[in-house]
């Protein structure tokens, strides 16, 4: 399979607080980018892991707890 059909076949529609879909395709393409970026990163970092001993069920509960806690984002504007 085509690593860029496995990379697009992770991409949502893109949806804004109303539940609309993003239609500004500057803003889609920076959010596939992020979303690629971070998919390769765990990736990365999972087979890493795997590969110095590590159990993966671990390192992907790791990487599953860390997107869980990140704070919402401008929690503090008003």
Do not use: H, Y
Not at 33 to 46: P, S
Not at 60 to 78: G, H
């Amino acid at each position: 399979m085509d690593s860029s059909t496995d990379k697009t076949k992770l991409l949502p529609t893109w949806l804004d607080s109303n539940g609309s879909p993003v239609g500004c395709s500057e803003k889609i393409k920076v959010l596939n980018e992020n979303l690629i970026e971070i998919k390769e990163i765990c990736e990365e970092a999972l087979e890493d892991a795997v590969l110095m001993g590590c159990d993966e069920k671990q390192i992907r509960e790791v990487l599953s707890d860390i997107i869980a806690s990140l704070p919402k984002p401008f929690s503090n504007r008003t």
